[in-house]
């Protein structure tokens, strides 16, 4: 079997004609019917955001020496970590060589800005040096990166104090460091300030948003001051724009009027694109969002236009206690509806709203408070629009503009509730959950078949469109990631590529014989002690992966207590500082244990002895009362096969790819969870990792092992892959 690294496939030719009668379909839904997606109405309203004022310019006619494109190149591969990236390239350089008889413009899209800012500031360069031509090239980041002006000076203005009357320090000093900070940018590009803490928090308040942004009535936007729009115009010559995975799904949903028009389209790290795509399509609103549309509105007009009426504060004032007795109700039916042994003892399970739950009692409950507060919110529509004869147009000619932003905001929100408990939309599952950090209630919803949406309105119309990522592949089959992203019924081009690396002679995957079942009381001693020992003998050097957050913090504490008088340092997610300040400290000190979770599992790089083992505790299986996972789930035949198993082999592939980053690295990998040895599906698991040694014994034999493996090199006797493998039935050796 081979080893994986990359994994690529590209849609293109044949499939042009499915996708195009598909984009006249997707389209409509949003430009024909004058209709938000949440239902809002154009007539009386402007759109929320009129983001079609900027017009892509035509493309430019091809310069001479981008004639050299037309010759088709072979892809060539080299030795080396960035050889799966350059055959990316090389992809993306083939694709406008052949494809058309002109330059065509590529837009490549990655998930993360850190590899966004890395293409743009290395491989393109790169490219530059290396390709016989020149080419212009734009980073293009998402909205939220870039400050808005206009929000900015009424954040400014806006007392920065507590309810107390007392100033808010963090507050104030960040708004010093702003000013600052905009004397002196040209880009306006938080990547370029430093955000501790708060930051973060007071950096939304001031960041472009397409809720609150008046585009091309907007003073900044004429003058050309606007970070946002200037980051814009500046993708319109180029050749190749690099953006995110965040910006091409708002270009999809804004009908393509987000990025440039461009033909070709390089999806990097596309594992994560179906992800991205269910978190773009998804919708969630909670008691803080309708209060702010509401407060944001009278505080709006108190500024603007003076004090409120009295129709315009009585309505305020109904419309927010509408809100509040909504949401009240809503924490108690989500208390009430939890099972008597919590599935995530730190969660609360969310409820799904469907046509079987519309008749129960408590959801009927909600759905009347819905109806009411759908009511009082056009009243205070009603109210705000009446008040409009006050606006001062002579002082404020976008007064009214601004007016209607903050009532658009307000109705949208509304609409989500009221679509959510009175008038399901086809094809969008509806449910009451909690907001992950902060455990407040929300009403959410999210399309169920969000990978035909995807396609429809992604890739309609693209000659080409080439997706990669180092763990798209299950069994070298793509049929996981093709039904996730809407491909399933068409026809690809697909490439498995070789990793650079050799792992028969870099990774030692450690299957220890005499584990505890998962749900047993000393399984997280048996993970400690294991972890423990591993940390003793290589000197710290070790990630341990976990699915859960509470285990994570039971083991940190045992850690702790084991490592008091040691000379090791315990870092544990969420505990010990943020992913970031864990890592860093991580990679200064790497007499360390670090335990993380989720965001851990992927994306994380650490090359050299830093990192040396990893230890992952369960197999990633998601939790399955998931309700996106739970729908998905319903319309498969085989949903354990097609769904929960293949999408738990590729986070571990992700898992285990934190071992080896380079060439050089030599590391262990241990897998804790019992099922890989005594689960028929465990063989899964197993074939989908690198071929790499194997160390199969008891828990208590793995750090000398591991110890003795990582100082001897391949001259250590272990047993070979075939034999160790026999005590694993189910995995041909
Ligand atoms: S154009 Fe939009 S993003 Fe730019 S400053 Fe004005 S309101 Fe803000």
């Known amino acids: 079997m081979l080893t994986r690294l990359g994994n690529c496939f590209a849609t293109s030719g044949a499939s042009r004609a499915a996708f195009l009668a598909s984009s006249s379909i997707g389209c409509s839904k949003w430009s024909l019917t004058g209709r938000t997606p949440c239902g809002t109405s154009y007539s009386r309203h402007t759109p929320p955001a009129p983001v079609a004022s900027i017009a892509w310019r035509p493309r430019r006619p091809p310069r ?17 970590r960035s050889s799966a990236r350059m055959v990316r390239w090389q992809i993306g350089s083939t694709i406008t060589s052949s494809a058309s008889p002109s330059f065509r413009r590529v837009v490549v899209a990655t998930n993360t800005i850190t590899l966004q800012e890395q293409l743009f500031s290395k491989d393109i360069p790169f490219m530059r040096s290396w390709l016989p031509f020149d080419f212009k090239a734009s980073l293009l980041k998402g909205r939220a990166n870039y400050v808005s002006l206009r929000r900015w000076n009424r954040y400014l203005n806006a007392p920065s104090r507590r309810a107390d009357g007392s100033w808010f320090d963090d507050e104030v000093k960040f708004k010093l460091r702003m ?17 501790n803490g708060f930051d973060d928090l007071f950096w939304l308040r001031a960041a ?40 091409l799904l708002a270009d999809a949903l804004k009908g393509g009027s987000v990025l440039p028009p461009h033909e070709h389209l390089v999806v990097d790290e596309a594992h994560q694109l179906e992800e991205a795509a269910v978190e773009a399509l998804t919708m969630r609103v909670g008691e803080g969002e309708l209060l702010e549309s509401v407060d944001g509105a009278l505080t709006w007009f108190r500024a603007a236009v003076g004090t ?9 004032a109904d419309c927010r206690q509408a809100v509040v007795e909504l949401f009240r109700e809503i924490r108690t039916v989500l208390g009430e509806r939890q099972p008597e042994i919590p599935v995530r003892p730190s969660r609360e399970e969310p409820v799904v709203i469907d046509a079987a739950n519309r008749v129960v009692p408590d959801i009927i409950g909600l759905s009347k408070l819905a109806a009411i507060l759908d009511e009082r919110a056009t009243a205070l529509r009603r109210a705000l629009d009446d008040a409009g004869g006050q606006l001062p147009m002579e002082s404020n000619p976008h007064a009214e503009r601004e007016l209607d932003l903050f009532i658009t905001q307000m109705q949208s929100r509304v609409d989500l509730v009221v679509h959510a408990l009175l008038q399901p939309r086809p094809e969008r599952l509806y449910w009451l959950g909690t907001e992950r950090r902060s455990g407040r209630p929300l009403v959410q919803a999210a399309p169920t078949a969000a990978g035909r949406e995807l396609q429809e309105r992604a890739f309609a119309g693209k000659e080409t469109v080439v997706f990669t990522s180092a763990t798209l592949a299950v069994a070298d089959s793509f049929a996981y990631f093709k039904r996730g992203v809407g491909l399933a019924a068409l026809s690809t081009h697909e490439m498995v590529l070789a990793s650079p690396f050799d ?29 423990g020992d591993i940390a003793d ?59 993380g979770s989720s965001s851990f599992w992927e994306g994380i790089d650490v090359p050299g002895d830093a990192l040396s083992c990893v230890v992952i505790v369960r197999l990633p299986f998601r939790v399955p009362s998931d309700p996106l996972q739970r729908a998905r789930s319903a319309s498969l035949g085989d949903p354990f ?5 293949p999408e738990a082999v590729l986070r571990l592939k992700q898992g285990f790819g934190r071992l080896i980053r380079r060439q050089s690295d030599r590391g262990a990998v241990v897998l804790m969870d019992h099922r890989i040895a005594n689960r028929t599906y465990g063989a899964a698991f197993l074939e989908a990792l690198p071929r790499a040694e194997v160390h199969v014994g008891h828990a208590d034999e793995l750090a000398p092992a591991i110890a003795q493996w990582l100082t001897r090199g391949q001259n250590v006797r272990l047993p070979s892959r075939e034999s160790g493998l026999r005590d694993f039935p189910h995995v041909e050796a």
């Open 308 to 316: 409120p009426s009295e129709a315009v504060r009585r309505a305020a």
């Open 179 to 195: 000013l600052v900070f905009l004397a002196q940018t040209q880009h306006g590009d938080r990547s370029e300030i430093k955000l």
């Open 64 to 80: 001479p020496s981008c004639r050299a494109m037309r010759r088709p190149r072979p892809i060539r591969s080299r030795s080396g």
């Open 641 to 645: 096969g097609q769904l929960a198993l």
């Open 503 to 531: 792992y028969l002679s870099q990774a030692l995957l450690c299957l220890p014989t005499d584990l505890r079942e998962l749900t047993d009381p000393g399984f997280l001693e048996q993970v400690t002690t294991v972890v």
């Open 208 to 247: 472009s948003t397409p809720d609150d942004c008046l585009a091309a009535h907007c003073e900044n936007f004429k003058t050309q001051r606007c970070f946002y729009w200037n980051s814009r115009r500046a993708a319109q010559d180029a050749d190749v724009i690099v953006t995110n995975h965040a910006l």
């Open 537 to 595: 003998a290589i000197d710290g050097r070790t990630l341990v992966l976990f699915t859960s957050h509470l285990q994570l913090q039971d083991v940190a504490e045992r850690l702790r207590v084991r490592t008091a008088r040691s000379h090791l340092t315990v870092l544990a997610q969420n505990l010990d500082g943020t992913r970031r300040q864990l890592l860093s400290q991580f990679q200064e000190n790497p007499h360390s244990i670090l335990l």
